[in-house]
């Protein structure tokens, strides 16, 4: 006796067969949160320069949003601890003419803020020499660890690549001490109302957002909360475009 399908299962049968280039192609309006992994990259074999711009040529955005500032936006220039840009990403805006916005604060407030937090460390390393040796293990630690985790791309994009960054910015929060941490929160804060900004202001666009394995998390949170039905989880593309790879 063969059952009918239910059409929960029927869906699922039908995605199976469907080709992979279908699977993976997402629709007009939606929102993707991409975590790149900056000097990680070239260290994590699942997830190379070549893996990210397979994943930004399957989305194929309208408008792309960038952990860069505005002047490096504009002039294409080298970007120190996010090596992607000009491996990759400068070259890939330009063949693809999407529409880009920076993310990270740019002229004044950017110097504001980076001298702030500048200061903060140093006054750490005048005051708690121990500390900040711990926070430099710590971080070397925390790569070290997620390497080891990460087996297959979507991995790096997942709650427990976030649950584990989330410890690391808590722990160098609570040494570094609250004039750092007001910093952070500005900083985060400043990137997250241009990414959420720039998703309500395009209805009907897709839009792509690209920060880091260490704000991933943070700014898809912040994405959601206007425009929940947009967004697409980013682990869950990661391995939707590697099976279609593979």
Do not use: C
């Amino acid at each position: 006796m063969i059952l009918p399908l239910s059409p929960l299962a029927f869906a699922a049968a039908f995605v199976a067969v469907l080709p992979a280039h279908a699977q993976t192609t997402p629709r007009a309006d939606d929102v993707l949160v991409l975590g790149a992994l900056h000097d990680l990259h070239a260290r994590e074999e699942s997830f190379g320069y070549d893996r990210l711009h397979r994943l930004l040529e399957a989305f194929r955005p309208d408008v792309v949003v960038l952990e860069v500032r505005p002047d490096e936006l504009a002039g294409r220039t080298d970007t120190p601890g996010r090596p992607e840009y000009p491996r990759m990403v400068w070259r890939w805006l330009d063949e693809s003419r999407v529409e880009a916005v920076a993310m990270e604060p740019g002229g004044a407030r950017f110097a504001e803020l980076a001298g702030a937090a500048a200061a903060a460390f140093a006054a750490l390393g005048r005051n708690d020499p121990q500390g900040a040796a711990a926070l430099t293990a710590f971080d070397e630690a925390l790569e070290t660890a997620l390497l080891a985790y990460w087996r297959h791309p979507s991995q790096t994009q997942d709650a427990t690549t976030a649950r584990m960054v989330d410890s690391h910015v808590a722990l160098r929060a609570a040494i570094v001490g609250p004039a750092f941490a007001k910093v952070q929160s500005a900083w985060d804060d400043g990137m997250a109302e241009v990414a959420t900004r720039t998703v309500q202001s395009r209805p009907g666009k897709r839009v792509l957002v690209i920060g880091s394995y260490r704000n991933r998390g943070q700014l898809e949170d912040a994405v959601r909360k206007v425009a929940a039905a947009r967004i697409v989880p980013s682990s869950a593309w990661v391995t939707r475009v590697a099976g279609a790879d593979d």
